[in-house]
Nanobody, 115 residues
Framework: VQLVESGGGLVQPGGSLRLSCAAS????????MRWYRQAPGKERELVAI????????NYADSVKGRFTISRDNVKNTVYLQMNSLRPEDTAVYYC?????????WGQGTQVTVSS
């Protein structure tokens, strides 16, 4: 099983980034996918979730209206479009796949929002 995040980097406040998470080794379409983030000295927090069929999506209040989660069950990839980025969005962003007792994590990608 592999989850490989990409797309992180340094961006100015107000800018945008698109994170991708490529999955392999399991039936991607059957798993709910989540993006988490962890800032230095803080606990890991849930940012967004998209259910297996893509019909149910939820966001943390802190990112509502700015971030969009989506998935492509043909490409086995989940995305996080991040707009209007703020310095407080700076964190390592992790991709997570979960179904029943299965719980898989990617290695994370760093997002830094700074002028």
């Amino acid at each position: 099983v592999q989850l490989v995040e990409s797309g992180g980097g340094l961006v100015q406040p107000g800018g945008s980034l698109r994170l991708s998470c490529a999955a392999s080794g399991f039936t991607f379409s059957s798993y709910a996918m989540r993006w988490y983030r962890q800032a230095p000295g803080k606990e890991r927090e849930l940012v967004a979730i998209i259910r297996s069929a893509g019909g149910i999506i939820n966001y943390a209040d802190s990112v509502k209206g700015r971030f969009t989660i989506s998935r492509d069950n043909v490409k086995n990839t989940v995305y996080l479009q991040m707009n209007s980025l703020r310095p407080e969005d700076t964190a390592v962003y992790y991709c997570n796949a979960r179904r029943a007792s299965d719980n898989y994590w990617g290695q994370g990608t760093q997002v830094t929002v700074s002028s």
